[in-house]
């Protein structure tokens, strides 16, 4: 699904020390390539409702200058795809900040436990537990 076009301006190298948000890594200065991305309002009308075939392997850019990229559909509005339903619900924590708004209200208002495994080794990590479960609620430990 198509989210944006954003210009993207190479700024150069670091200058102050990096830490790399997916794995905590800390980059000293100098190490790591800097840019500076802003929002190109060129096809808005097209956010959420275009669909492209990107191709096997996902990127935070893609140059369809040098790959075309064919269209698999346009839609007519903009719609999120219906949440599959707490007890079906299975992902990758990581991609968790870019399900879609209504999903992630969903999984905010659950009253529960969630249990987290290791997409690895499928071992149990410790449980996040809900607010209501936190604060000690009847309601919660009803279900729990």
Not at 18 to 25: A, K, R
Not at 37 to 43: E, I, R, S, V
Not at 109 to 134: D, F, H, I, W
Request: overall charge positive; charged content about 20%; aromatic content about 10%.
């Amino acid at each position: 699904m198509f989210v944006g076009l954003y210009d993207v301006l190479y700024l150069g190298p670091s200058e102050t020390e990096l830490v790399s948000p997916p794995s905590g890594e800390v980059h000293s200065p100098g190490s790591q390539h800097v840019y500076e991305t802003n929002k190109n309002p060129a096809l808005n009308l097209y956010e959420g409702r275009l669909f492209v075939a990107w191709g096997a392997h996902r990127a935070w850019c893609q140059h369809a200058a040098r790959h075309e990229k064919p269209i698999v559909e346009i839609k007519k509005t903009f719609s999120e795809p219906a949440f599959s339903g707490h007890l079906k619900f299975i992902d990758v924590i990581t991609r968790i900040p870019a399900l879609p708004l209504s999903w992630i209200e969903a999984l905010k208002n659950a009253q529960g436990v969630y249990v987290l495994t290791c997409p690895r080794t499928k071992e149990l990590r410790r449980p996040a537990v809900s607010r209501a479960a936190r604060a000690g609620s009847d309601s919660a430990r009803s279900r729990s």
